[in-house]
């Protein structure tokens, strides 16, 4: 399966947000992030494999759009945590995802993306 996030998935890692329900308080996506996953979740769940994937390989090229530093794991984890929500993968643990290879393929300021494709 291979499937395009354009532009760049935010990270889910940074922006948190922190509010208080009670006397305890809660950590939150950005809601950059958040609407980065309501609408990538509609687009993943129309090309949903019949079966989940139980055991995988993923590899993913990052065009980014500009020269800023970026940490491609906090950007890979949110591309992992969608595809567990929208069931395309079972989980993202190393029992089902059994190796990740991530290129960095420079910048691409007309369409910055990340490509992947699942094995």
Known sequence: ????FS??????????????RGARPMLLSSAKHKTWHEAEMWKLKSIKPKVLVEKCQIYAWFYFPDNRKRDMSNVFESIADILVDAEIIKDDAWQVI???TLFACGIDKENPRVEISII
Request: aromatic share 4%; net charge positive.
């Open 1 to 4: 399966m291979n499937y395009t």
């Open 7 to 20: 532009p760049v998935p935010p990270s889910k890692k940074n922006s948190k947000m922190i509010i208080c």
């Open 98 to 100: 059994e190796s990740i």
